[in-house]
C-alpha cells in the first residue's frame, strides 16, 4: 500500500506561482510511476505531469501540452516527495490537484497521462488563480 498526502495549494493571482507537494509513505519500489492530474469543476480529470522512474533511469518526465515551459515536476527520493512547481499561473489552472502513483515502470510511455493506470491517489488540493 501506498499513501499520498499533498498540500501547497492555495489562492494566487494570475501570473503567480505555487509549488505542490505531495509525501509518500509505504512501498514505492525502485521502478515506479508518479503523476499530478487536475480535475476543474464539471470536467474530467486530466493529466498535468509525470514522472517514471526505473534503476537504469534518473527519471523521465512528460507534461500536458498546456503546462509546458510553465510547470515543472520533480522529486526528493530522500524525503519520498513528489512536487510540481508551477509558474506563471491562469485562472484556466484552477483545479483540484491530484497526486498519483504505481509502483511499476510497466509501459509508462503508454500510460503514464491516464488516470485509470494509477493504483494510488491523494485526496487533492486545491489550486485557484483569480483573474
Known amino acids: 500500500q501506498v499513501q499520498l498526502v499533498e498540500s501547497g495549494g492555495g489562492l494566487v493571482q494570475a501570473g503567480g506561482s505555487l509549488r505542490l507537494s505531495c509525501v509518500a509513505s509505504g512501498r514505492t519500489g525502485t521502478s515506479y510511476a508518479m503523476g499530478w492530474f487536475r480535475q476543474a469543476p464539471g470536467e474530467e480529470r486530466e493529466f498535468v505531469a509525470a514522472?517514471?522512474?526505473?534503476?537504469?533511469?534518473?527519471?523521465?518526465?512528460n507534461y500536458a501540452d498546456s503546462v509546458k515551459g510553465r510547470f515543472t515536476i520533480s522529486r526528493d527520493n530522500a524525503k519520498s516527495t513528489l512536487f510540481l512547481q508551477m509558474n506563471s499561473l491562469k485562472p484556466e489552472d484552477t483545479a483540484v490537484y491530484f497526486c498519483a502513483a504505481r509502483p511499476s515502470f510497466g509501459d509508462y510511455y503508454r500510460d503514464y497521462a491516464r488516470p485509470g493506470k494509477y493504483d494510488y491517489w491523494g485526496q487533492g488540493t486545491q489550486v485557484t488563480v483569480s483573474s
Open positions: 514522472v517514471g522512474v526505473t534503476r537504469f533511469t534518473t527519471g523521465r518526465t
